[in-house]
């Protein structure tokens, strides 16, 4: 530094005066703009001040369950083995059949209160009737599938997958926490709520899907059921968000509520050849072209952006935090530049920022001596809002760069969802209802990186939100497809307590 100061100095004294004087000017300008810069920033950031309190609204509760009695349900809907393979395995009929049986002797009023539809073969569609048919209804949702526990780790568990074991204060097993905590967390709330003589102004529907993990065409077929009826949600609440006890750097418990989702699609490479034996190779192979096109695509991501979700993310987090954090996220028109490159030193913030970019089908020859005559890769994709799969397509084709290598989509995927606005009657009726679980919480709209069944939804609703109730860590959060996936029988009791609360505030008027 002192020796950059010494050159200036030379350099002045060297200038005739007019340049000097006209030299000094500019580095008191330069500096009088930095100040002016940094003043504004910090000025901006000391006046963000943190959101108030949560409510938990007025409208009168009825008692609910303990909450070892709600945790022994959920160890209940735990054992039924509801476990979707893919797409062209079939459902797991007889495991949703008897689960369907449990709920309708588990909870008996809902069934009584309410009308059911099977839909799909065994999606459920549950209407409450409102008092006011003139008011939208609400849609709470929730998938009564699991993923399957890979093969060979089923004794590593603490507690067997489907044994729904309730010990150390947590409820263990597959589906515990993705998603019968919120499927069994509706119907317990329902329960209470219509045993209290509960009746919504609103009419109340509530929809399991029974084949979320793969693709949902059950919560599909139910969104067009009720698009096709003429329904228009006032809102529409699924999983997809949390309440994180850390792990944001926040000093207070985030409610991370998905207001939008990305889309998704598969594009497929593929180099086709005469084949042959591998001893008379040409200079370029079918799986050779094929690599290089993979590492061209892999080495042109698309560019980070910022979306509407995620400015409003940062810009509810950033009263929330102190010091240097609080300045940064305060001040994007100065900081952007950083805040993309910090978010996008994770895996997972740098999905927020744009559409990733994954390859992960490969196939070439069979055999190690023969060349491949069709060589096939596959890219996944997770599309921003904004991007489409028709953009994506554009983009592989000009990554590759190569007439040799066919490029096609591989799967149809889903556009990103439509956006919902983090403001509004509906989202403060959300707020409300994250009020009953802990009034200390602060609201945080974002942007759900994986794909919900809430999707169909786009274009159906202003206020579709992504967001299960239950407070958890980003660690805890990984259990969700994972081994020891559980959820704390405390936290289930904040979960039903959430929903109590959306119903009575989701289905009043407003
Ligand atoms: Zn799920």
Not at 146 to 164: C, D, I, L, Y
Not at 227 to 240: K, Q, S, Y
Request: glycine letters at 10%; aromatic letters at 6%.
């Amino acid at each position: 530094m002192a020796e950059r100061l010494g050159a200036w100095q030379i350099l002045l004294a060297c200038l005739p005066p007019f340049f000097r004087n006209g030299m000094r000017r500019a580095l008191l300008a330069v500096l009088a703009l930095i100040v002016a810069v940094v003043g504004t920033a910090l000025f901006r950031a000391s006046s963000l001040k943190p959101a108030p309190a949560l409510t938990a609204g007025t409208i009168a509760i009825p008692a609910l369950p303990s909450a070892d009695s709600s945790a022994a349900h959920l160890s209940a809907a735990v054992r039924f083995q509801t476990v979707t393979i893919s797409e062209t395995a079939p459902p797991p009929a007889a495991a949703l059949d008897s689960m369907r049986g449990w709920m309708e002797r588990t909870y008996p009023l809902a069934h009584k209160a309410m009308s059911r539809e099977q839909i799909d073969g065994y999606s459920l569609l549950y209407k409450l009737t409102g008092k006011d048919a003139a008011l939208a209804p609400i849609v709470l949702m929730g998938h009564m599938d699991v993923v399957p526990v890979e093969a060979g780790t089923e004794t590593n568990w603490k507690h067997p997958p489907f044994s729904g074991a309730v010990a150390d204060g947590e409820v263990w097993g597959r589906g515990s926490l993705d998603d019968k905590v919120n499927v069994v967390g509706l119907m317990e709330a329902i329960e209470a709520m219509l045993a209290g003589g509960f009746q919504p102004d609103r009419t109340i529907y509530i929809a399991f899907g029974h084949n979320e993990e793969v693709l949902g065409s059950g919560a599909k077929a139910i969104a067009d059921t009720l698009r096709a009826r003429g329904v228009r949600p006032a809102l529409v609440l699924d999983e997809g968000g949390a309440i994180l006890s850390e792990g944001l750097g926040l000093k207070r418990p985030a409610a991370l509520v998905g207001v939008g989702e990305k889309g998704f699609m598969s594009v497929q490479l593929e180099v086709k050849s005469a084949g042959g034996h591998s001893s008379s190779p040409p200079p370029q192979t079918a799986t050779g072209i094929l690599a290089r096109a993979v590492a061209n695509v892999q080495e042109r991501p698309l560019p980070r952006r910022l979306t509407p979700p995620v400015r409003s993310m940062i810009a509810a987090m950033a009263p929330e935090m102190g010091g240097a954090a609080k300045v940064v996220l305060g001040n994007l028109w100065l900081t952007k530049p950083l805040v993309l490159a910090q978010f996008g030193k994770k895996p997972e913030t740098d999905a927020m920022l744009r559409t990733t970019t994954a390859p992960t089908m490969l196939q070439g020859s069979a055999k190690e001596n023969a060349l491949a005559a069709r060589a096939t890769a596959v890219i996944n994709y997770r599309l921003l809002p904004g991007d489409s799969r028709e953009d994506i397509l554009a983009h592989v084709r000009r990554a590759v760069d190569d007439p040799r290598v066919n490029v096609s989509a591989y799967s149809t995927g889903a556009e990103p969802s439509t956006l919902s606005r983090p403001e509004g009657p509906a989202w403060a009726a959300l707020s409300r209802a994250v009020g009953a679980v802990d009034t200390n919480t602060v609201m945080i709209p974002w942007l759900t990186t994986g794909g919900t069944d809430a999707r169909y939804y786009s274009g159906m609703s202003d206020a579709v939100y992504r967001f299960s109730a239950l407070v958890t860590s980003p660690a805890a959060m990984t259990l969700a497809h994972g081994m020891n996936e559980r959820v704390s029988v405390a936290g289930f009791a904040g979960v039903v307590r959430f929903y109590a609360r959306i119903i009575a505030e989701g289905g009043a008027r407003w």
